[in-house]
């Protein structure tokens, strides 16, 4: 090279020219990140139905989260060969420490397994009334989780994450479609009547999407406070219009705030709601067979507290509301008493606990179907994770397995009866067609009408998703 030409390349300077390098690839990606899809808000009308990415099966969905990990070989799982080797050790696994320590013997179920319905699918004498149910349901059997931590585990069922902060699945939900009913909320959380689940509010937050698209709170046993309008109807309403006119002017004259059109939108859906809440939770109009059918009128009043608010999610959905989550567990209680958190004395925390659950979940899934909103509804039965085949040393309950579960779901666009996935012999782990939380939220995205890889909200340079980078579409399971 001449003395003329560039100098001749040093170690120091490709470094240099490499870490530029990246630094730009690194700022074209977040260009490229900032322009990505997003849904169109309007801050004025926050709850307005937006349409889905394509044609979909489903229009609404309706939860079931069995808050403590409810055991999937004691209910829907049926393991001939775990009744087989009960008080053996685990294959492979002698000596093996989980969550809470040193696991025992494989232990078989205490409730027996039989075939029901006209597919003849097995399952527990724990919940015979969703047992009942077979031939329209499709079960899970494969679901896995990343954690053994109830709540990590709870918000990772809940919002694709196990870390807090994060939408739930129906905030995603609300934001990209809005609601069909603009005097209810798009999403309603409906807690056990005996408190919040352990992650309680995370599970039904907004993350960093706009405040509007929070779960909202409400139960047959705590409606919202101050639904009573302080003034007769008529004067209500002509104040109210009275204040839509100031705050238009006010718009004309100073420009268009969109954080303001936000607030006022919140205010006047909570106006319409002095309305129409207590319509929708107006239980005591159900009639004597609807009331017999979900056990709403049960002495327990813990039974009839979640029968009321299965009752009340279906009320619910009748009238447009896009996702109801309604949860089955508490955690105010301690481990295992109001939960299926069934670590020392499961047989008998899941006696209390299968009949609150059993009867009215199974209620609220035949009401949907005679109704004929099963056709567009989609129906879940989730847990965190599942629970060992084993019991744990010294004890007599199962410890913490994410390694395999059981999820189940029925209605619009899935196959049943059907079983999708299996675990191995003993239910220890998924060895056919695993399925992660990403893969299910990709399913039931897809449902809806909407792509998975399309919902995405910009935030801290990311561009976010309810399946993160991950999350193949389930079409094994879709009809």
Known sequence: MSSSSSPEPTRRGLLRG????????????????????????????????????????????????????????????????????????LPGAEGLVTFQGENGALTRSPWRFRPR????????????????????????????????????????????????????????????????????????????PRGVPQSSANNWGPGFLPAAFQGVPLSAQRPPRHLAAPVEAGRDRRTRE???GLNDRHMRERGEDPGLRARI???????????????????????????????????????AGFARNCMLARRLV???????????????????????DGHKHLEQQYATHGPILDRPAAALLHELKALGLLEDTLFMLVTEFGRMPTFQKGASGRDHNPRGFTVALAGAGVKAPFSYGATDAFGYQAIDRPATVHDLYATVLHLLGLDHERLTRYHNGIERRLTDVEGSLMRGLLS
């Open 18 to 89: 490499a870490v530029g390098s990246l630094a730009q690839v690194a700022l074209a990606d977040l260009a490229l990140g900032a322009s990505g899809e997003e849904v169109l808000v309007r801050p004025e009308a926050p709850f307005a139905a937006r349409p889905p990415h394509f044609a979909p099966r489903a229009r609404r969905v309706v939860q079931i989260f069995c808050s403590g990990a409810l055991s999937h070989l004691d209910t829907f799982d049926h393991k001939p060969e775990l009744e087989r080797r009960s008080g053996e050790p």
């Open 242 to 244: 009275f204040l839509a």
């Open 117 to 192: 319905g006209e597919c003849g699918k097995w399952t527990s004498d724990l919940l015979p009334h969703l047992g009942a149910q077979v031939d329209d349901l499709c079960f899970i059997h494969s679901m896995t989780s990343r954690t053994s931590t109830h709540g990590p585990g709870e918000n990772f069922m809940s919002t694709g994450f196990t870390l807090e902060g994060f939408p739930g699945a129906g905030s995603w939900v609300s934001y990209a479609l809005g609601t069909e009913n603009q005097d209810l909320p798009a999403f309603v959380a409906i807690p056990d």
């Open 265 to 303: 939108a919140s205010y006047e859906l909570a106006a319409r709601m002095q309305l129409s809440v207590p319509e929708a939770m107006a239980l005591d109009g159900e009639s004597a067979a609807v009331r017999r059918l979900y056990g709403a009128d049960d002495p327990d009043p813990v039974r």
């Open 318 to 340: 009748e009238r447009g509301v896009r996702f109801v989550q309604l949860f089955n567990g508490a955690y105010a209680m301690g481990e295992g008493v109001g939960n299926w």
